[in-house]
């Protein structure tokens, strides 16, 4: 990975120099600068002093005395790649070159001008002929005004050659380390860097306190926007503003103004709960520079490779809530408890939440998001945030109450439950992936037999080509479902560690007085409102509540799911 150097602390760019310090030419403004280019990236360097800036810089000064160039300047480009021309002093350089004031350019060798030899070829056959200018490599024995050497071409290409294997190696490097658990960048907000192990860190004693509230405030169900205008007005430093004042830098002009890009970066983290993930993003080409976000399934994650900030339950808890997008009125005060979590038995949308400046908090209520006043695609499913909140409640308090009554029956109850319909399902499952195992070692076969039918001349060469065409797509299609398959098997084989998750939650809280959404959101994965159902003469209303972990909880002293029931509402007479 090339290391990108500041331009603006790099004078040697800009600096002119005579090529006899001890005589002045009077007319050196007049002349056309004759320039010599420096360039070193991080890969260059491990060759050892030959390649060394000070080595180009001794070696071309001398070069350009002997030969009798004057008006020399020099341009440095030190910790910048070959591979492309997004270097500084490169880019000075040539733009000189196009306003007519460089005559001639000196470099070490073809390399350090570049390793790209598209673009080599393009400034070197193209460019500087058009605009007149002298170019000389003085190890490659390249001057242009010799004449083109046939070689050349041949050689930028080696050059190109030698980037593309270097970058290959580097990359070779950094995924053996990517695999070993170590981590590939420094330490983020929250983490310092083990000062006893090197790509390891330890808990910021300082920070990690403020990573925990984010966590919390989103477990409330704050969003990024809620949460960064929190941390501002409790005037709580930024991690800019941290490293800065740790490192003896400039302070920003607004140490404690957080932005919501921040507060997702550190959402985004799984680092968080104390493992290393590797290859988060990758380029297509080792010209390119611009990292490409990976896919999830294409990172390497490795556990307990640190000590956590956050639990893995919660880390994983945010990460659902945070897709749970629900829209807030704008002109509301007051946002909803459950407004990620709700949603509609008929359509499955979410429900919205209701409520403005001329509601009294009892009048907040939920609604199907699909209805519009009676013109949209569902029915309203109306329920109040008030009632709402004193069925959960209850609900709550008399799941956690009875599971600490009967831990043990409840356990063997929920397991024989689960146990039984899942230990059907892995059945069938296994059953799915030994099949399609079977059938990718089948056509394996058939593959081998194919090709010796069509090297003894038994199968034309079309028919083969058909054949073999069909056999690989469906060995794709079989790694693919034998890959989901495992997955889904394992998923289901960890379930049994939910209920021991589920009891973690009870011992959490021992009593609740009130709710929270931090309570709920631990608690409660879905609430799903049925429509109201009018045909006894009374209102009568179905609503499931499904929990984390457990899912919905049958207990004695409750149904199954809460029916809330009233008396319709009279017409007023005029």
Sequence with gaps: MTKQAGYGNMNSSTTVLSADSKKEDLNMDQQQITALYLRLSNEDDLEGESNSIQNQRSMLKKYAEDHGFRNIRFFVDDGYTGTNFN??????????????????????DMSRFGRDYLQVGQYIEIVFPTRNVRFIAVNDGVDSEKGDSDFTPFRNLFNDFYAKDTSRKVRSVLHAR?????????????????PMRKGYWIIDPE???????????????????????????????????????????????HPCHWEDGTTTGILDRPEYYGCTCSFKTYSKSYKLKKRIQNKPEDMYIIENTQDAIIPKEQWDRVQELRKLRHRTPKKAERKGLFSSIIFCADCGRRMHFCSCKSFDSSQDNYRCSLYKSGYGECTAHYVREEVLRNIV??????????????????QEEWMHITRDAQEKSIRL??????????????????????YEDYAL?????????????????????????????????????????????????????VDIPELTGTIVNDFIKKIIVHAPDKSSGKRKQKIEIIFNFVGQVDIPILTESVILERAPRKKKTA
């Design 87 to 108: 270097r500084p002093a490169m880019q000075e350089m040539l733009s000189l070159v196009d306003e007519g004031r460089i005559g001639t350019i000196i470099v070490k």
């Design 178 to 194: 990517g695999m070993s658990g170590k981590h590939m960048n420094r330490a983020p907000y929250g983490y310092l860097d083990d």
């Design 207 to 253: 920070t990690a306190p403020i990573v925990k509230k984010i966590y919390d405030l989103a477990m409330e169900g704050n969003g990024t926007a809620r949460i960064a205008g929190i941390l501002e007005r409790e005037q709580i430093e930024t991690p800019t503003t941290v490293y800065n004042r740790r490192h003896g830098k400039p302070l920003p002009p």
């Design 393 to 410: 409640l209850e609900r709550i308090r008399a799941v956690t109450d009875y599971v600490r009554l009967d831990a043990v029956g409840f």
């Design 429 to 450: 499952d296994q059953k799915q992936l030994e099949r399609a195992q079977k059938r990718l070692e089948d056509v394996d076969r058939l593959i081998s037999k194919v």
């Design 457 to 509: 001349g038994k199968l034309p060469e079309e028919r083969y080509l058909k054949m073999t065409a069909d056999y690989e797509k469906e060995q794709e299609s079989l790694r693919t479902e034998i890959s989901v398959m495992s997955e889904l098997i394992e998923e289901q084989q960890e379930e049994n560690d939910n209920y021991d998750r589920f009891s973690a939650l009870i011992n959490k809280y």
